[in-house]
């Protein structure tokens, strides 16, 4: 590998004598300037998002509001009819139209749509009985979003993710499954493939007061790539982060040596430097998957590594696992002896971990989402 450039000169960037810690919303809006990141601890996720549906959109009419707060109502609903549900069969059926209102609130809440009551899934899967033991064959066709065709899972990825967000006709099961962090390694082991997320170490902010510009870096370590026989020089390539960020010089942490990614072209600011911190990780953070916990640092950051031909089957996160629960939602509701052999495949174990810690994690991506602010679960009992 040829040697790598020197990373820029800086320092950490500290708000109020704090290093800026990493979250998708680095700073948030304040009532007179943006104010540093707090993370929100919320016993109840659905209270929360309809306290921050009243409070938050006052831009919305009072109209918007009344069907959103429906939609969520609704969500919660078939949320706890899914956790008491006896029939496992039953779960993901009611876990899909728990997200399906979950989003229909979203959009109405986060987009120019007023009202989403002529809306379609927007989403369809090939039933073919050929190939379902091993998920080879099925297929999820998707239907673009209009005026006069409210096809809902379009309209989500362009208000979740805007210009990350692009629409295609169709996409393989095997691929969605594959994006799902939550039993990779279980999917990977039985496609005998290796693994293709790593673990992002840590993020760093920094800022030049000198040449008043700023930037972030994130590590890596190298062992964790040479475990999945990722070559170093792939991970910005296979990641889709090759037009934002550069590979600079190594560092070395309790022995282990971190491999050092850093923003290409740093963000000049005339004020704050914490204000562009938004911008920066805007510019990227849809290329990331994350793992929501109840415990510090309460966020676990991954890349998913994969072929630049594979680039066009990958969807932001939040949609891989709606997608997903739309097709187990479909199996179960009109052909629920195919999910049984879905169980008994050598994709059985992923799929039941899915089932039983998705959800959860799902339901607090879109409470961070609704308030543009990372949202947890506290750990007390």
């Known amino acids: 590998m040829s040697r790598l450039p020197e990373f820029k000169k800086g320092e950490i960037l500290k708000v109020r004598t704090r290093p800026l810690p990493f979250s998708y919303w680095p700073m948030i809006q304040g009532k007179r300037r943006n104010e540093l990141h707090l993370m929100i601890f919320a016993r109840s996720p659905w209270a929360f998002i309809k306290n921050i549906i009243n409070t938050k ?29 006896k029939i496992e069969a039953a779960k993901p059926l009611l876990i899909y139209y728990c997200f399906m209102n979950l989003i229909k609130a979203f959009i109405i809440t986060k987009s120019e749509v007023s009202s989403l009551s002529k809306a379609r899934h927007g989403i369809s899967v090939e039933a073919e009985e050929k190939g379902i033991s091993v998920l080879k064959n099925q297929v999820l066709s998707i239907y673009p979003y209009s005026v006069n065709n409210q096809n809902l899972f379009d309209k989500f990825g362009n208000t979740l993710a805007r210009s990350h967000y692009k629409y295609h006709k169709s996409y393989y099961i095997k691929n969605i499954l594959s994006q799902i962090v939550a039993g990779h390694r279980i999917f990977a082991k039985a496609r005998g493939i290796r693994e293709k997320f790593i673990s992002i170490e840590s993020f760093n902010f920094y800022v030049d007061k000198t040449e008043k510009n700023t930037w972030i870096r994130f590590y890596i370590y190298s062992d964790d790539l040479e475990r999945i026989d990722i070559r170093q020089k792939n991970v910005l390539v296979f990641s889709r982060l090759n037009s934002t960020f550069k590979q600079v010089k190594s560092i ?101 971990d899915i089932i039983n810690s998705q959800p959860n994690q799902f339901i607090y991506h879109m409470a961070s989402e609704f308030a543009e602010q990372d949202v947890t679960q506290p750990a007390i009992v």
């Open 57 to 85: 959109y006052n831009n919305k009419s009072k109209d918007c509001k009344i069907e959103a707060l429906a939609y969520i109502d609704q969500a919660e609903d078939f949320y706890e009819s899914a956790k008491n549900a």
């Open 252 to 352: 070395e942490k309790n022995s282990r040596r971190l491999l050092n990614f850093e923003l290409e072209t740093p963000l000049i600011y005339t004020q704050r430097p914490a204000d562009k911190s938004r911008i920066i990780v805007d510019s990227f953070r849809h290329y990331l998957w994350a793992m929501i916990t109840s415990m510090p640092p309460y966020r676990k950051y991954y890349l998913y590594l994969v072929d630049k031909k594979e680039h066009v089957h990958l969807l932001p996160q939040l949609l891989s696992i709606y997608a997903l629960f739309y097709y187990l939602g479909s199996v179960t509701r009109y052909q629920p002896h195919l999910f049984t052999k879905i169980l008994n495949g050598k994709y059985g174990a992923q799929i039941m």
